[in-house]
């Protein structure tokens, strides 16, 4: 017999993802969360390339964190799962299938830059998924780092109300610790990061922390009716009020409570351990997932440890311990041993081990419960994105969506007879990371990778050259293309007739053609079609048709995005007609349609902002613009300019080393996608 967790143990997990733009010190913060909880007793240093989770070699050795790390670790009663994320743009997927799986995050910023581009993008990512989130303002440490200025930029940038809960006590290379605006009570750190007992406010502070702690209340009061009550009744708020007040703000996703700190120095952790358990939610107070079953209908699941399985698998990763699938459980239990069904790959699995992911090593566990985050070995056909289920109750959850690449190389193995190995290395590559895509070039043979990004694809193919020891030719990398309508056609006839004999086929389809508003925004489908004339479900076999065609479109076999499809007549035979016909017609007459259309050559554009010293300004300018660059602004901001300007993808790479040795290494700088826009005639067609 079964014993399943009650439910009142979910309260007691967090599943928490650290966000934030590149180098804003996440990796770090994951870090000394693991030692302020004791899950490990030093402190690794992104530098030294000793942290947990940036365990990757490549990761250690560039200094960045490349794919999502999970781990678990205890802290006042309450189990925190925790994900670290990457931070590089070309990387964002990996944030994206981990915000699927989280109920809460910490969005880090750094006190001397405030909101950054990349700030922004996972913000919005987060908003997409609806995920609470408190903000930690980190490097408080740094010349130049000021919270107040940082909370303006969230304000300004991010989200109307951040509500800062702390005061910091010194500045800079002075910072030791923070008032603490609830408890009205100083929390300090010593040279070495050891917390002292908290202690009263320190007079000099005392005025100011009063006053905080008062715009503290009217921002609670006029954010959340019960608090405003009190205030109204009272003229002043409690602390235990204002912390009820700010959980339920940052569940509604109506306040940011702002900390700050030096996760560097260790300074500020563990308030922001205290605030994750009291601000953020458990399993149990997100809604519930949402799948569909066999029948195509749509089935709500809640986090209830009896109720029958659902797990998103959202993480595959090789290890020398064997293949490591990252489940989230939505619902249900799992047990070594157990037999579930993937939903995704219509087959059954067997769960091997059940293991908690903690600092160094992996603790195995009897079971996991709804709520929960754990690694599971011995499933074959998972991938990321996969669902997991109960094999008598089949349920199918949305997998996270998976951008489309934007750049690819040619991939040779030196060797000839390595052909097979690189094959079968690429395809491993691909299956733990759904946004790289392998395919070969139908013109020249060539095995093509694609992914988000000249690092994303460096990164790939060093894994290869690392892991399995291949020796690989890489080719110069090329932007995706893609093609869109410039002016469209109406009442286009397309007739497709098979009738010599046997059975026949017949479909006769009319289709209006027109751009979409947004050049590169997908694809649109519709029917005018009156009386019946199409049967429904031959409408929607011309739309399965008309996506086909869009795979490749007439210029030059891009795939065509920005196009609204009608079909606006038809007519049917009554024995010959049937899906495979109509969709026949859809394809074709889509695809001959498209060819009469005035098509327009896409390339992807992104947004570049560069940070530089200012006697270097001119000729970052005079480089952009050579690149087909159109500036958008440009602001000083501590001692350096920061230009934003437009660029197409194309013309962007090699940047990093000629940004590196224009500004004698002292510029930086970071991209964000924007979509596509038309490409210059003279456009390379593939
Ligand atoms: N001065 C100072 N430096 C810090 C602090 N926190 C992190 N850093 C440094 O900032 C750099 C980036 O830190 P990481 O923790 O790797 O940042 P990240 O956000 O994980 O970076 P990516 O994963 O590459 O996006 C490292 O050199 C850290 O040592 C801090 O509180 N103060
Ligand atoms: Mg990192």
Redesign the pocket.
């Known amino acids: 017999m079964r014993t399943h967790t009650t439910t009142d143990a979910l309260a007691t997990v967090r599943n928490l993802g650290i966000l ?1 733009h ?7 913060v994951t870090e000394r969360i693991l030692y302020a909880t004791g899950s490990t007793h030093k402190r690794g ?3 030294d390339g000793t942290t947990v989770t940036d365990f990757d070699t490549q990761e250690r050795d560039r ?3 490349i794919f999502a790390a999970a781990v678990s670790c205890a802290w006042d009663g309450h189990r925190v799962n925790l994900i670290d994320t ?3 743009v070309d990387f964002a997927d990996e944030v994206e299938r981990s915000l699927r799986v989280l109920d809460g995050a910490v969005a ?1 910023f750094d006190a001397v830059a405030g909101v950054e581009p990349q700030s922004e993008s996972v913000w919005r990512q987060a908003d997409r998924h609806g995920v609470p989130r408190i903000a930690f303002v ?2 408080m ?2 010349a130049g780092a000021d919270l107040d200025a940082a909370v303006a930029s969230i304000r300004e940038r991010l989200h109307p109300a951040p509500l800062p809960v702390q005061l910091p006590i010194g500045a800079e290379d002075g910072f030791t610790g923070v008032v603490d605006l609830l408890h009205l009570r100083a929390l300090t750190w010593d040279d070495d990061g050891t917390a002292a007992p908290p202690a009263p406010v320190p007079e000099e502070l005392r005025e100011e922390a009063a006053r905080r702690r008062r715009l503290l209340e009217e921002a609670v009061a006029e954010l959340h009716p019960g608090a405003l009550e009190e205030f109204c009744d009272t003229g002043s708020l409690g602390a235990a009020t204002l912390v009820a007040a700010l959980r339920d703000l940052t569940r509604s996703g109506d306040a940011v409570v702002v900390l700050c700190g ?4 260790n300074r500020g952790i563990e308030p922001l351990l205290d605030a994750v358990l009291a601000y953020l939610p458990s399993p149990l107070d997100v809604p519930p997932v949402r799948g569909t079953d066999d029948d195509g209908d749509e089935q709500a699941r809640s986090a209830d440890p009896a109720a029958p399985l659902a797990a998103l698998a959202f993480k595959v990763n090789a290890t020398p311990t064997g293949r490591l699938t990252y489940l989230r459980l939505y619902s249900g239990t799992i047990e070594k041993g157990d037999t579930v069904w993937d939903a995704t790959a219509r087959r059954t699995e067997r769960i091997g081990r059940v293991l908690r992911v903690q600092a160094d090593r992996h603790a195995q566990v009897d079971r996991a419960v709804a709520g929960d985050i754990v690694a599971v070995v011995g499933l074959k056909s998972a991938r990321a994105g996969s669902t997991l289920c109960a094999p008598d109750a089949p349920l199918l959850l949305e997998p996270p969506g998976v951008a489309e690449p934007v750049v690819s190389v040619a991939v040779e193995a030196l060797r000839s007879t390595d052909t097979g190995r690189l094959a079968s290395a690429l395809a491993r590559l691909a299956e733990e990371d759904p946004s790289l895509v392998v395919r070969t070039d139908r013109e020249t043979g060539q095995t093509v990778l694609s992914g988000m990004g000249e690092l994303h694809l460096e990164v790939a193919v060093e894994k290869i050259r690392r892991d399995h020891g291949l020796g690989v030719n890489v080719g110069r990398p090329r932007v995706s293309y893609r093609e869109t309508v410039g002016r469209g056609v109406s009442g286009f006839v397309y007739r497709h007739v098979k009738q010599d004999g046997g059975a026949g086929q017949f479909a006769h389809v009319v289709l209006d053609v027109e751009p979409l508003d947004e050049p590169g925004s997908g694809f649109a489908f519709g029917s005018t079609v009156v009386g019946g004339r199409v049967p429904q479900e031959y409408v929607r076999a011309v739309e399965a048709g008309c996506r086909d065609a869009l795979a490749e479109g007439p210029l030059g076999g891009h795939p065509v995005t920005g196009v609204r499809v009608t079909l606006t007549d038809g007519a049917t035979h009554v024995k010959d007609s049937s899906d495979t016909a109509f969709r026949t017609a859809g394809r074709f007459g889509l695809r001959e349609a498209l060819r009469t259309c005035a098509m327009v050559l896409l390339e992807p554009v992104v947004e570049v902002t560069v940070t530089v010293p200012e006697d270097a300004v001119g000729g970052v300018l005079g480089d952009l613009a050579a690149r087909r660059g159109r500036v958008t602004g440009s602001a000083a901001r501590a001692g350096a300019t920061v230009v934003t300007a437009t660029v197409p993808l194309a013309e962007l790479f090699g940047y990093a080393t000629r940004l590196r040795s224009r500004t004698q290494g002292r510029g930086t700088f970071t991209t964000r996608p924007t979509g596509y826009a038309p490409a210059p005639a003279a456009a390379p067609a593939r």
């Open positions: 934030a590149v180098d804003a010190g996440k990796t770090t240093e992104v530098h200094g960045i964190t990457p931070g590089h880090v980190n490097k440490d740094r030096s996760a560097y120095r």
